[in-house]
């Protein structure tokens, strides 16, 4: 069944990324289905990390030679790009290490300000049951240290946000909503519009983690209406090592700085420091520079293939795996069984096997998948689970990686003696 050819090319856009070519457990060729946790890179983003390394490595912004004014020309390109893939003004780009520490600078910030942004006792905070632990842990700790209190959405059988109480959960005490926009355990795409709508009515703040939407649609920060958008390098062909919160810049502006040090300064004395103007005013210390250059580098590639494209080839073939993965008899899909308003990533339990146990016999036949709670364990809970195992796909993903995965499915009942 060719379903993908509509849309992309994936065996030309596989030839980009070498590590798709390998075969791992001697002779089997890899399938690999875990995207949701990081995305491979094709060869073009390789080679801008050893190009910079080669010849252009030095610190940004502070030196005057050649080496500094080339990095930093290349490091503040890869801020014009992201700006430019989210539709940002490039100021209100701020680059972290990950999603997680972009997520922990905005919960602790709206904690240490005054007002009228500030988080203060008796203020609630709303997260929902599905968020991964990045977007609960940090508004915890929060509420714990000022007193705030911690509100969330159920998830309902169907793997959706329970709304039904939406005006009763989002309200006057309301300071801070924060919310997944694609779960990376259920694949649910959430109703960003209406939790937004809600929560400005009631003059609170909307973070967004973006983790599992930025890599996989078309991202335009305006039009989501969030104040504050949190996604990572890694799960978009880009390195390990950086991501990226988008504010809008009134807020950033207002809010105090999350880290000191270097180049976030703009005049230290023994008794008081003033701050840089933004962005670099949240970016303490020489930042990720290869990595920006390299996230750059993904920018380019997925404008190249157009946001549009990849979508539409992993709706197609999510609706695919959906499709064969019901086939499987004992197989339960935990999140959406259908391929409305969901993303790319499928959780599913086999009958009584434990997740550890199908992911190590998919292994042994060359099939990459997570097993685990996936940073989600609230989901698993909510669900009566010990774990999922989760296949996710990707521009490269292909039809013939999906029947891999349903045949490998077989392989792990028939060890078992299902």
Not at 38 to 67: C, F, K, M, W
Not at 366 to 384: E, K, L, M, S, T
Request: hydrophobic share 40%; glycine share 8%; with cysteine.
């Amino acid at each position: 069944m060719v379903i993908n050819s509509q849309f992309l090319d994936t065996d030309t856009i596989r030839k980009d990324f070498p590590i798709l070519q390998r075969l791992v457990h001697g002779d089997k060729p890899l399938v690999y289905l875990d995207n949701a946790a990081t995305s491979q890179s094709p060869q073009q983003v390789i080679d801008s990390i050893v190009e910079y390394y080669s010849l252009h490595n030095a610190n940004v912004h502070r030196g005057i030679h050649v080496l500094a004014e080339e990095a930093t020309a290349l490091y503040e390109g890869g801020r014009d790009k992201v700006a430019a893939f989210i539709n940002a003004p490039r100021e209100e780009v701020v680059f972290t290490k990950n999603s997680s520490e972009a997520l922990n600078l905005v919960a602790n910030v709206l904690g240490w300000a005054g007002e009228p942004y500030g988080i203060r006792p008796g203020d609630e905070i709303v997260i929902s049951e599905m968020e991964h632990h990045s977007n609960i842990v940090p508004w915890q700790l929060t509420a714990e240290r000022i007193g705030a209190k911690l509100r969330w959405f159920g998830i309902t059988d169907e793997g959706r946000l329970d709304l039904s109480n939406l005006d009763e959960v989002i309200n006057e005490r309301t300071k801070v909503v924060s919310l997944v926009h694609i779960s990376n355990i259920l694949g649910t795409v959430n109703p960003v519009e209406t939790i937004v709508k809600r929560a400005h009515e009631v003059g609170a703040l909307v973070v967004l983690d973006a983790s599992q939407s930025a890599p996989h649609l078309p991202l335009d920060v305006q039009a989501l209406g969030a104040d504050f958008v949190a996604f990572t390098g890694h799960k978009m062909l880009g390195p390990t090592g950086v991501g990226v919160l988008w504010g809008r810049r009134d807020l950033l502006e207002e809010l105090p700085p999350f880290l000191g040090g270097g180049e976030m300064i703009q005049t230290v004395t023994m008794e008081k420091s003033t701050y840089a103007g933004l962005p670099h005013k949240f970016e303490a210390g020489t930042p990720p520079i290869a990595e920006v250059i390299a996230l750059g580098a993904a920018v380019d590639y997925l404008n190249g293939i157009g946001m549009e494209n990849v979508a539409a080839h992993e709706h197609a073939i999510t609706e695919y795996a959906l499709k064969r993965l019901q086939e499987v008899e004992d197989l339960r899909i935990i999140g959406p069984a259908t391929n409305q308003d969901r993303g790319a990533a499928i959780s599913f339990t086999l009958g009584d096997i434990h997740p550890h146990d199908v992911g190590q016999v998919l292994d042994e036949h060359g099939i990459a998948v997570r097993v685990g709670h996936h940073c989600a364990r609230p989901v698993c809970v909510r669900f009566g689970i010990p774990a999922t195992t989760r296949a996710s796909f990707y521009l490269y993903s292909t039809p013939a990686e999906v029947d891999a995965l349903v045949e490998g499915l077989d392989q792990v009942k028939r060890f078992f003696g299902v």
